[in-house]
């Protein structure tokens, strides 16, 4: 049943978020840390445990898929504008270090690109 998939979801992200507190309070700052991270990861341990051993109807596979579809765009959203108004308001240095960081990956992307293009015509 779809129901049985948005408990499965429900339950990774109570347990994801509780442990991300846990681990803010454990490092001495009020904050989650990596507590939709930890979620992700229980969801996709937990449905591929499921999978393997049987135990996932095809109804709650859809029913984690629906809700993961909707869950990880706009919990991305969320996160990211949380970390633009924190740069912005953590004064010159915040906000440098997060444009540095993006042109990094940015840079990163096209060279992984150019990289894998270069491993699939070698493979051929």
Same mark, same amino acid.
């Given at each position: 049943?779809?129901?049985?998939?948005?408990?499965?979801?429900?339950?990774?992200?109570?347990?994801?978020?509780?442990?991300?507190?846990?681990?803010?309070?454990?490092?001495?700052?009020?904050?989650?840390?990596?507590?939709?991270?930890?979620?992700?990861?229980?969801?996709?341990?937990?449905?591929?445990?499921?999978?393997?051993?049987?135990?996932?109807?095809?109804?709650?596979?859809?029913?984690?898929?629906?809700?993961?579809?909707?869950?990880?765009?706009?919990?991305? &959203?969320? #996160?990211?504008?949380?970390? @633009?108004?924190? =740069? !912005?308001? /953590?004064? *010159?240095?915040?906000?440098? &270090?997060? #444009?540095?960081?993006?042109? @990094?990956?940015? =840079? !990163?992307? /096209?060279? *992984?690109?150019?990289?894998?293009?270069?491993?699939?015509?070698?493979?051929?």
């Amino acid at each position: 049943m779809t129901i049985y998939g948005t408990a499965i979801l429900s339950f990774s992200l109570l347990i994801g978020l509780s442990t991300g507190r846990l681990l803010g309070l454990l490092a001495g700052i009020d904050a989650d840390i990596g507590g939709v991270g930890i979620a992700m990861l229980l969801l996709i341990f937990s449905t591929d445990y499921l999978k393997r051993t049987g135990r996932m109807s095809v109804g709650s596979e859809s029913g984690i898929s629906f809700w993961g579809a909707i869950y990880v765009p706009v919990v991305v &959203a969320m #996160a990211a504008s949380q970390n @633009v108004r924190g =740069a !912005l308001s /953590g004064g *010159l240095m915040a906000t440098l &270090a997060g #444009a540095l960081g993006t042109a @990094v990956c940015f =840079a !990163l992307v /096209g060279l *992984l690109v150019r990289l894998g293009c270069r491993d699939q015509k070698a493979k051929k």
